[in-house]
């Protein structure tokens, strides 16, 4: 007689049957469904064609094993060489409210799998994999997926990122594969293309609405995430941590667990799905005193002097950004012994002496006078080989054969495996933080990985993270990898904010804080105002565009304010003002994401109640008119009252507007939640590169002005 054991969250159900024998198999993996009455695989599934006489289904639990033709879950091999298949024994199984367990043991190998699944605050799943030799010889692990999961015969599209320096995030979406889709990274870090992650989106499944599934994994390097087609119809989604040959090789009773799998199933589209990563990423953070504080303003020397600074360059930069409203200061790179430029310095974290004769203890204290936090920049997995560090060390980069690989901004990657390494990058961090009141430090790792160090490289990172954490606990650390190239679940136990991109580009900020958003919630994602002409393109946007875009993460400042026009100056300082009043909304909260008539973008962020509508323009329109924007989660309040606050556009030539857009400001407007849901708001007329802003409140209110639905 089968057995059913369910694990449900507040919108997914996960079905597993267990037969006679001790086996699982998974039944459903989506919407939320009612298991009772279901009738067992063995009187549902039919006889097949060119099949084995004995039927092994290919939804098992533990995939790969005899009679599976699936993709493989576990693969292990002796040290001989020899690949050894699985024929597990049945499963024990450990079921509670809000969480599986899974355990079978291979009796001729000893090799013991566990799978344990878990329901995370927000309705993610949390999937976990181990195996541990309970055998008397040694076994090779050359794979093991976090989560192995069948999808719906009815999925219909995969969404996807790739990415380069300069240029993250770029979202692709493919049909579903026939054969095997794979995304795969093999540079050492998670890489520009974002987090390793993908959305499986079901049939007619858009932003609010259809099933949609999203898996990312909590991991910072190399990684794989696979959908296969099988002939029975339907595909199989896995993600693991990539591991090198030979690399984890268990003695007995030694143990390899996976890092975790963060699953969202949703029925309310992508924005579902969103939301689900947004909750469990939310619960992996590690915020000093144990809760999020407002996100301070930033200013960042980099784009404003780059290697050019001194004690007096920096406090006229400060000053500039405290007249403003900024409210942290982070001096970038250049502050440390024999660092003028990019090819000397890397891991002699001491103060130039040349640059800052009395140290940086009397700048941070001056800052601090200012009302600013002081922050400060370091790299500390990389060294250059013009450095003290690795003339004293050679042997502490990364290297094969004891041979260092080849430079990349004139720099070699520290060896994270070696305990020596970890622990002197460790001691001179301390020393710093122990000496300079340094509240924040921005974690630069400006290359890839060649030659690779593997998992332990990752481990290693995370483990200098970790005992730095222990010992400065209210040190904020920013994550930045060449921009995105490390922005990531892994990272985020870490990290309390990433750099996005060291593109600051307004318009090239819109598909990637997008991009960003898939995985990872706004309060976590840094987007500076920048320079115009932006440094990375070329390309000229208004102030307030700049700032518009910015004001949706975490905003920070890359430019002196000192050296733009006044206008410009006053309206940077206006929208830093605005960012502080309505942080509450734009962080912590709830997103959603959406898309209007005409190439228009919006972005929604705040509580059930009250939300800011960002509504954003990149192209110039090319309708005459702009359509109503329809706002399907408005249907969730009777009645809302519209409040127009900013228009983010270039302030020459604006164009003509209707007339119930004038009083807006100080004069809400209310609407029906079904009107804006089904019919529409009705958008300003917008010109390239320009973003409306509005105010959505719930209220009770009868509509007052009929005509401004019309």
Same mark, same amino acid.
């Given at each position: 007689?089968?057995?059913?054991?369910?694990?449900?969250? =507040?919108?997914?159900?996960?079905?597993?049957?267990?037969?006679?024998?001790?086996?699982?198999? /998974?039944?459903?993996?989506?919407? &939320?469904?009612?298991?009772?009455?279901?009738? +067992?695989?063995?009187?549902? !599934?039919?006889?097949?064609?060119?099949?084995?006489?004995?039927?092994?289904?290919?939804?098992?639990?533990?995939?790969?094993?005899?009679?599976?033709?699936?993709?493989?879950?576990?693969?292990?091999?002796?040290?001989?060489?020899?690949?050894?298949?699985?024929?597990?024994?049945?499963?024990?199984?450990?079921?509670?409210?809000?969480?599986?367990?899974?355990?079978?043991?291979?009796?001729?190998?000893?090799?013991?799998? &566990?799978?344990?699944?878990?329901?995370?605050?927000?309705?993610?799943?949390?999937?976990?994999?181990?195996?541990?030799?309970?055998?008397?010889?040694?076994?090779?692990?050359?794979?093991?997926?976090?989560?192995?999961?069948?999808?719906?015969?009815?999925?219909?599209?995969?969404?996807?990122?790739?990415?380069?320096?300069?240029?993250?995030?770029?979202?692709?979406?493919?049909?579903? +594969?026939?054969?095997?889709?794979?995304?795969?990274?093999?540079?050492?870090?998670?890489?520009?293309?974002?987090?390793?992650?993908?959305?499986?989106? *079901?049939?007619?499944?858009?932003?609010?609405?259809?099933?949609?599934?999203?898996?990312?994994?909590?991991?910072?390097?190399?990684?794989?995430?696979?959908?296969?087609?099988?002939?029975?119809?339907?595909?199989?989604?896995?993600?693991?941590?990539?591991?090198?040959?030979?690399?984890?090789?268990?003695?007995?009773?030694?143990?390899?667990?996976?890092?975790?799998?963060?699953?969202?199933?949703?029925?309310?589209?992508?924005?579902?799905?969103?939301?689900?990563?947004?909750?469990?990423?939310?619960?992996?953070?590690?915020?000093?005193?144990?809760?999020?504080?407002?996100?301070?303003? =930033?200013?960042?020397?980099?784009?404003?002097?780059?290697?050019? =600074?001194?004690?007096?360059?920096?406090?006229?930069?400060?000053?500039?950004?405290?007249?403003?409203?900024?409210?942290?200061?982070?001096?970038?790179?250049?502050?440390?012994?024999?660092?003028?430029?990019?090819?000397? *310095?890397?891991?002699? /974290?001491?103060?130039?002496?040349?640059?800052?004769?009395?140290?940086?203890?009397?700048?941070?204290?001056?800052?601090?006078?200012?009302?600013?936090?002081?922050?400060?920049?370091?790299?500390?997995?990389?060294?250059?080989?013009?450095?003290?560090?690795?003339?004293?060390?050679?042997?502490?980069?990364?290297?094969? !054969?004891?041979?260092?690989?080849?430079?990349?901004?004139?720099?070699?990657?520290?060896?994270?495996?070696?305990?020596?390494?970890?622990?002197?990058?460790?001691?001179?961090?301390?020393?710093?933080?122990?000496?300079?009141?340094?509240?924040?430090?921005? /974690?630069? =790792?400006?290359?890839?990985?060649?030659?690779?160090?593997?998992?332990?490289?990752?481990?290693?990172?995370?483990?200098?993270?970790?005992?730095?954490?222990?010992?400065?606990?209210?040190?904020?650390?920013?994550?930045?990898?060449?921009?995105?190239?490390?922005?990531?679940? *892994?990272?985020?136990?870490?990290?309390?904010?990433?750099?996005?991109?060291?593109?600051?580009?307004?318009?090239?900020?819109?598909?990637?804080?997008?991009?960003?958003?898939?995985?990872?919630?706004?309060?976590?994602?840094?987007?500076?105002?920048?320079?115009?002409?932006?440094?990375?393109?070329? !390309?000229?946007?208004?102030?307030?565009?700049?700032?518009?875009?910015?004001?949706?993460?975490?905003?920070?400042?890359?430019?002196?304010?000192?050296?733009?026009?006044?206008?410009?100056?006053?309206?940077?300082?206006?929208?830093?003002?605005?960012?502080?009043?309505?942080?509450?909304?734009?962080?912590?909260?709830?997103?959603?994401?959406?898309?209007?008539?005409?190439?228009?973008?919006?972005?929604?962020?705040?509580?059930?109640?009250?939300?800011?509508?960002?509504?954003?323009?990149?192209?110039?329109?090319?309708?005459?008119?702009?359509?109503?924007?329809?706002?399907?989660?408005?249907?969730?309040?009777?009645?809302?009252?519209?409040?127009?606050?900013?228009?983010?556009?270039?302030?020459?030539?604006? +164009?003509?507007?209707?007339?119930?857009?004038?009083?807006?400001?100080?004069?809400?407007?209310?609407?029906?939640?079904?009107?804006?849901?089904?019919?529409?708001?009705?958008?300003?007329?917008?010109?390239?590169?320009?973003?409306?802003?509005?105010?959505?409140?719930?209220?009770?209110?009868?509509?007052?002005?009929?005509?401004?639905?019309?």
């Amino acid at each position: 007689m089968s057995k059913f054991h369910v694990l449900h969250s =507040h919108e997914a159900s996960l079905v597993v049957e267990q037969g006679e024998d001790g086996s699982l198999i /998974w039944r459903h993996c989506g919407a &939320r469904v009612d298991p009772d009455g279901i009738v +067992p695989l063995a009187d549902a !599934r039919g006889p097949a064609s060119f099949s084995l006489d004995c039927d092994v289904p290919p939804m098992g639990v533990l995939p790969g094993g005899i009679g599976s033709f699936g993709p493989s879950a576990l693969a292990l091999r002796g040290t001989d060489g020899v690949a050894l298949t699985l024929a597990h024994g049945p499963f024990e199984v450990i079921a509670d409210e809000g969480s599986l367990e899974f355990t079978a043991t291979d009796p001729a190998s000893g090799a013991c799998f &566990r799978q344990e699944i878990a329901v995370l605050e927000g309705g993610a799943f949390r999937f976990v994999a181990e195996v541990r030799n309970d055998g008397s010889e040694p076994l090779v692990v050359d794979s093991l997926a976090s989560v192995t999961l069948p999808l719906p015969a009815q999925s219909r599209q995969l969404v996807s990122w790739r990415g380069r320096h300069n240029a993250e995030l770029v979202e692709c979406i493919e049909v579903m +594969p026939q054969h095997r889709w794979e995304r795969r990274t093999r540079r050492g870090i998670s890489g520009h293309g974002g987090p390793p992650g993908v959305y499986v989106l *079901g049939e007619d499944a858009g932003w609010h609405s259809g099933l949609a599934i999203a898996a990312q994994l909590v991991w910072s390097g190399d990684s794989s995430l696979a959908v296969e087609r099988d002939d029975e119809g339907f595909w199989t989604i896995s993600a693991r941590a990539s591991l090198a040959g030979g690399e984890i090789v268990l003695a007995p009773g030694k143990v390899y667990r996976t890092p975790a799998a963060l699953v969202a199933i949703s029925s309310r589209g992508r924005n579902g799905a969103m939301a689900q990563q947004h909750g469990a990423v939310r619960g992996l953070m590690n915020w000093p005193s144990g809760e999020m504080r407002p996100r301070p303003v =930033h200013l960042n020397s980099w784009e404003a002097c780059y290697f050019d =600074h001194n004690h007096a360059r920096i406090m006229q930069l400060a000053k500039a950004g405290a007249d403003i409203g900024i409210e942290r200061f982070v001096l970038d790179d250049g502050w440390f012994k024999g660092r003028r430029d990019d090819t000397a *310095g890397l891991g002699d /974290w001491e103060v130039d002496r040349a640059i800052y004769p009395d140290g940086l203890v009397p700048l941070a204290q001056e800052i601090e006078q200012l009302g600013l936090e002081f922050g400060l920049w370091v790299e500390p997995e990389m060294i250059n080989p013009d450095s003290d560090l690795y003339r004293a060390h050679p042997d502490w980069a990364l290297a094969q !054969r004891g041979t260092a690989g080849p430079t990349a901004r004139n720099q070699l990657v520290l060896d994270m495996r070696k305990p020596k390494v970890r622990d002197h990058l460790f001691e001179r961090l301390d020393a710093i933080l122990r000496e300079v009141p340094v509240g924040y430090l921005k /974690w630069d =790792h400006n290359r890839d990985h060649t030659p690779s160090g593997g998992t332990a490289q990752t481990l290693g990172t995370y483990d200098l993270l970790q005992r730095l954490r222990a010992a400065h606990p209210a040190v904020e650390i920013e994550g930045c990898a060449g921009g995105g190239g490390r922005s990531d679940a *892994g990272m985020a136990q870490y990290v309390h904010r990433f750099w996005t991109s060291d593109t600051i580009d307004g318009v090239s900020r819109v598909t990637m804080q997008r991009g960003f958003l898939a995985f990872l919630p706004p309060e976590i994602m840094g987007s500076h105002v920048g320079a115009s002409p932006a440094h990375a393109t070329g !390309r000229s946007q208004s102030m307030a565009f700049r700032c518009a875009m910015a004001a949706m993460g975490h905003l920070g400042v890359e430019l002196d304010p000192a050296s733009v026009p006044e206008t410009d100056r006053i309206e940077l300082a206006e929208w830093i003002a605005f960012y502080k009043q309505w942080r509450d909304l734009l962080h912590g909260q709830q997103v959603m994401l959406g898309t209007g008539s005409d190439g228009l973008v919006w972005q929604a962020q705040g509580n059930a109640e009250r939300k800011l509508l960002f509504c954003i323009r990149t192209d110039p329109p090319q309708d005459r008119r702009p359509q109503p924007l329809t706002l399907p989660f408005a249907a969730q309040q009777d009645r809302w009252n519209v409040s127009l606050l900013k228009i983010a556009e270039t302030p020459e030539h604006q +164009p003509p507007r209707a007339n119930m857009f004038a009083p807006l400001p100080s004069k809400p407007v209310p609407l029906s939640g079904s009107w804006l849901a089904e019919a529409g708001l009705p958008i300003p007329a917008m010109k390239a590169e320009s973003v409306a802003v509005f105010l959505l409140e719930a209220s009770t209110l009868p509509t007052k002005n009929s005509k401004a639905c019309q």
